[in-house]
């Protein structure tokens, strides 16, 4: 047995039980037997490509048959059998996976529309079965570490794609390990001067203050057991090149003012013991002034939750240290695809956050056809990509906005007669305007007139929200019948 394979049963020897690993097999098989003779670009055979693609799945602790059709993904794509066959001996769930994922595959233009169309495809798949999302990623990953093969065009158009499509994707739910590997390997293949310009940097880096972290490390480990913190996981991660290079840019080049370039982690059992921790390292270094954040009172919209504080060393070098515990570090690196799993054995629900965003994307695409999707794209980017922000209502209720947001696109989201009979808003008690940019954390009250019919037409110029935008222009919309046959009245 080839390497490839070897690798993939270790994987799932470790992981899943014996009739999840038969389930697995006898795809494996299935799919060898279906691309046999078949040679890819980088010269191995067709099925070390299966296997890496399965040994990715079972990496993220995904159900057997999420592994069984990836495994099986381009079997209907690339050789005789079809997804019938498929339905035949592995079932529907299995079968329509497939189907999904060679779906997404087929691309048929080029340029922006090709962009447009491919992001649709990614949406449309990602509403009807986000496990057919983590397969997708699982194969562009594996063909992003044999890229090399590929000639320089396609390498190119591929990489783009990574880093428009795939990264950012990944980062909306909340895989950061994925986001950051596929924006590294599109940069490496984008921008391979600054590339390795900031391997380079990173590398010096970790030689220079390598040993004074481990120290750190030791140190704290010792003081946070000397505490009676139980179950305490301690380790250092560098920081994803392309996510550096971002940061240079913005502190023109100059390397010292990133605190994060390697963060230390220490990950620990509870919430409880996240605080203490932190309290235990304050204790052992001075922390530098405002550099304390508290994502787990207030996640990342991404959901991301984790203390981060940077703290002096002996010497007074700056350390930065990220305190989280196993769960938040889990669904940190993996998002949605942890909650998928987490799901599965019943041991917790998936983050509200992100439910409430997989709603509000499968909404998106039950308004959208392809024809008017290209009109939509620009606001859809908006809605999507943006940063989030989050406002309270004078209830209590946190509604998730993208940033910019007013108080209009505050009260169509909470319900369009409260954005039609809007006349005036108290943002953290004070009155203010109706296009006044909210930010996170503001308390935002919106102040209806009941006997108000209609939305005002100028709100359009500075809402941000498709939604909101959308309300208005139905309310002004609905009007103009009768505004019609009322003046048809006046003239008969
Ligand atoms: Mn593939």
Redesign the pocket.
Known sequence: MPFAFEKFKETLDNRYSQEDVALIERAFEFAKTAHEGQVRVTGEPYFA?AAA?GTKLAELKLPSEVIAAGVL??VSEDTQNTIDDIRENFGDDIASMVGAVTKLGKVKYRGEDRYAENLRKMFVAMAEDVRVIFIKFA?RM??METLYALEEKKRIRIAKEVLEIYAPIANRLGMGEYRGLFEDYAFKYLQPKEYSWTQHLLEERVKKFGPAMERALKNVEFEIRKHGIQDVDLNGRVKHCYSLHKKLLRYKSDISKVYDLVALRIIVKDVPACYAALGILHGLYTPLPGRIKDYIAQPKPNGYQSLHTSVFDEQGSVLEFQIRTHQMHEENEYGVAAHWRYKETGTTTPNERQVHWMEELAQIQKELSTSDFMQHLNELKLDMFSDRIFVFTPRGDVIDLPEQSTPIDLAYAIHSEIGNKAVQTRVNGEIASLDTPLKSGDLCEIIVDRNRKLPNEDWLDFVKTRHAREKIRDALRGTKPGLWSSLMKHVR
Request: proline residues 0%; hydrophobic residues 15%.
């Open positions: 490509h693609v993904h381009d194969d594996h063909n």
